[in-house]
């Protein structure tokens, strides 16, 4: 679906504060309140607004450790790859599986209590199937997320970053 100026700026503030009243938002785009909420659904039903999210500390629900593991399939069929993303996504410890082109198939982010539950999520998940060809699990020290996406509707330039000069200028 295309998106104008007007959705761009909902999405960037909603991004910025999911919490955001109707009104409030409304009002920082310069919408009436019923023109906003009608934006925000159609952005709702087309999925370009996927939904909205709490940030929670990890280590207040007991995460003590996170992790990156690395996995590559011995086949890449359809169904193979098919299969261990649902595999994948069924246990709870996963945060996201990322599908990748390259050496590694999947890289897959855990959140675990403790050395030893990722020891077991690793040897029970990722390493036992015969699917899988060969695991490499990093530990994450720290990490930051950008909760916002680049809009590049709004700054086009954004994505060509080695854009030149045109000669003469």
């Known amino acids: ?7 761009a ?7 910025n504060n999911a919490r955001l009243s109707n009104k409030e938002l409304a ?14 659904r159609r952005l709702q039903e087309s999925g370009v607004l996927r939904g909205f999210h709490a940030d929670v500390d990890p280590e207040a629900l007991g995460v003590e450790l ?5 996995v590559r399939l011995r086949e890449h069929s359809r169904d193979v790859v098919a299969a261990f993303r649902e595999r994948a996504l069924a246990r709870e410890e996963v ?15 855990v959140a675990v209590t403790s050395p030893a539950h990722l020891r077991d999520l690793v040897t029970e998940a990722f390493s036992t199937p015969g699917d899988i ?9 720290e990490h930051d997320r950008r909760w916002r996406t680049p809009d590049y509707l709004a700054h086009p330039r954004l994505h060509s970053p080695g854009q030149r000069k045109a000669p003469g200028r």
């Not at 679906?1 to 959705?7: A, C, E």
């Not at 945060?95 to 198939?105: E, I, N, Q, S």
């Not at 060809?133 to 020290?141: C, D, H, K, P, Y």
């Open 66 to 70: 996170e992790a990156l593991v690395a």
């Open 133 to 141: 060809g060969r695991v490499e699990t990093s530990l994450i020290f």
């Open 95 to 109: 945060l996201a599986v990322y599908y990748l082109a390259g050496v590694t198939d999947f890289l897959v982010h």
């Open 1 to 7: 679906m295309p998106l104008d100026r007007t959705d």
């Open 27 to 40: 009002a920082k785009v310069g919408l009436a309140p019923s023109s906003c909420l009608e934006r925000v």
């Open 9 to 15: 700026a909902i999405l960037g503030f909603l991004q």
